[in-house]
């Protein structure tokens, strides 16, 4: 079934999520078996709980993050300890592990000191308590994080992109609204000078039409004749 959920992180969501990563940490597994098994209970894809670790949980977490990191050396030493000088041996001393409360504090019970091992019972491939598996694992850590990093700068340039674009396209209509105005002004003097022009004509035909019309005005005179009267 695919996991759809999108419902904000609850305080527990992330203390689960802060407590299995430190114990994948402690016991030698990658961030990303981490991820996964934390989705499968909180029905999220290992993706959200990855890009939730690196974005949100993991800055409040660092201290723990280091003392997790220094069990899971000192565990490969005693085991690389037991394969290569005592490949008998059957018990080493328990270390107890850091847990978390409710109150996201990290509480660190008392570790037995392992003691260091000599140069004859130093192991070939423990260098300062970093072996293969330990590059490794730490390498696929980077690459994961370079990954979640990789694909938020593409989401971001490409936002950019779409932003510079929208913005082009909004000072392309700007300016076209611009021009409309100015035509539109210009349309309406035009306008306004073609109705003056209309209405002179207007008048100056009417003013010849009554020319036209009016005749030559006449009286009679006292002996009966018609006398033309001038204008």
């Known amino acids: 079934m695919t996991k759809v959920r999108q419902d904000a992180w609850s305080h527990e969501d992330d203390l689960l999520l802060a407590e299995t990563v430190l114990r994948h940490i402690r016991e030698g597994s990658t961030q990303l078996d981490a991820f996964?098994?934390?989705?499968?209970?909180?029905?999220?894809?290992?993706?959200?709980?990855?890009?939730?670790?690196?974005?949100?949980?993991?800055?409040?977490?660092?201290?723990?993050?280091?003392?997790?990191?220094?069990?899971?050396?000192?565990?490969k030493r005693a085991e690389q300890r037991e394969r290569v000088v005592r490949p008998t041996a059957t018990a080493f001393p328990v270390m107890e592990t850091a847990h978390l409360t409710d109150s996201s504090e990290l509480i660190i019970e008392d570790q037995e000191a392992l003691p260091l091992p000599t140069i004859a019972e130093?192991?070939?491939a423990d260098l300062g308590g970093l072996n293969l598996t330990d590059v490794i694992r730490y390498l696929q850590t980077l690459q994961n994080g370079s990954a979640t990093n990789g694909r938020l700068e593409k989401e971001n340039t490409h936002l950019k992109e779409e932003n510079s674009r929208l913005q082009k396209k909004?000072?392309?209509?700007?300016?076209?609204?611009?021009?409309?105005?100015?035509?539109?002004?210009?349309?309406?003097?035009?306008?306004?000078?073609?109705?003056?022009?209309?209405?002179?004509?207007r008048r100056m035909v009417a003013f010849?039409?009554?020319?036209?019309?009016?005749g030559p005005t006449f009286k009679m005179d006292q002996n009966g004749n018609l006398e033309k009267i001038a204008k």
């Open 170 to 201: 909004v000072d392309d209509l700007e300016r076209e609204v611009e021009s409309l105005t100015n035509r539109q002004q210009t349309v309406e003097d035009d306008y306004q000078a073609l109705i003056g022009i209309m209405d002179r004509a």
């Open 122 to 124: 130093a192991a070939p």
């Open 36 to 75: 996964e098994e934390v989705g499968d209970r909180l029905n999220r894809t290992g993706a959200a709980c990855g890009f939730r670790w690196n974005a949100i949980v993991r800055r409040k977490y660092e201290q723990a993050i280091e003392i997790a990191k220094k069990q899971r050396k000192q565990k």
């Open 208 to 214: 010849k039409d009554q020319e036209a019309t009016s």
